[in-house]
């Protein structure tokens, strides 16, 4: 077996969801003692028998738990999205003076990976030419004008929505070159699983405090407050780090490079080696 492609995160992780499930079944025995006292004086069950359904509960209990906490998470993230892309003010991708989806090569690449549902490789209608051709309109017959205004606005119209969608995939590969995480190694991984069990024990056990009176102790509150204050620091730090990188990579993209003795030219677009290689 090729240990580098095998899925160490899911095993780290799901086995370490023993220790939310742990934690969980130790405070409801302090909270309702002596609730599993008739399951260690069954007399049928043998010690390895008792052990491991133990452990089996605790598993299930443990990883329903960090499923329950991820799902939480991801809500509190995309709320906090949604308010801060409200805060922003949208422009449309046809305002755009230099755009790098109208970039002749890129568009070829995303074709080729489309196929038949590629946009239509049509040219953005700008405002000065579009004025040009209005303009250019009054010098027809009186009968020819309406019709002629009529295919310059849908003219314009239809190169604008194909320019948003060129942005929109653009955009959606922007997005996968900056949310793809860097490869991990066996450290990594455990980490990741022991820290994210210990953290959701933490949250449960903070919660517990509430309602369970033996479990206010400082000797208690203090690290499940640590692990706590952990995983919202690093919840924050993840949403405000992404969010900031494509903010300043959707700025650096539009933002044309000006060089001396060169006129304005479009920053070269980053996701094509993403495309020949999705």
Not at 228 to 252: D, K, P
Request: with cysteine; proline share 6%; net charge positive.
């Amino acid at each position: 077996m090729d240990l580098p492609k095998f899925p160490l995160e899911k095993i780290f992780y799901f086995a370490a969801g023993i220790i939310p499930g742990f934690v969980a079944l130790l405070i409801f025995q302090l909270a309702v003692p002596g609730s599993f006292v008739w399951f260690f004086t069954l007399g049928f069950l043998g010690y390895r028998t008792k052990l491991s359904l133990i452990l089996l509960t605790a598993f299930i209990i443990g990883n329903s738990m960090t499923t329950f906490l991820n799902a939480l998470l991801g809500a509190a993230g995309g709320a906090y999205g949604t308010w801060s892309a409200q805060r922003q003010t949208y422009k449309p991708p046809h305002s755009f003076d230099i755009a790098p989806w109208r970039d002749q090569r890129w568009r070829v690449l995303l074709r080729k990976r489309l196929g038949p549902q590629a946009p239509n490789d049509t040219l953005l209608l700008r405002e000065e030419l579009f004025n040009l051709r209005r303009e250019s309109i009054s010098f027809l017959p009186e009968a020819q004008r309406p019709s002629a205004l009529a295919d310059l606005n849908r003219e314009r119209i239809e190169s604008e929505m194909d320019d948003g969608k060129w942005a929109q995939w653009y955009d959606q590969y922007h997005y996968v070159i900056l949310a793809r995480r860097p490869r991990w190694d066996v450290q990594a991984y455990v980490q990741h699983g022991l820290s994210f069990n210990l953290e959701t024990a933490a949250v449960y056990a903070l919660v517990s405090t509430l309602l369970v009176p033996s479990l206010r102790h400082w000797w208690c509150i203090v690290p499940a407050s640590m692990w706590t204050l952990i995983l919202v620091g690093q919840q924050y730090t993840s949403v405000v780090h992404l969010q900031r990188q494509m903010v300043n990579a959707y700025r650096a993209d539009r933002i044309p490079i000006t060089r001396p003795g060169n006129r304005e030219s479009p920053k070269r677009p980053r996701i094509v080696r993403t495309i020949q290689t999705t």
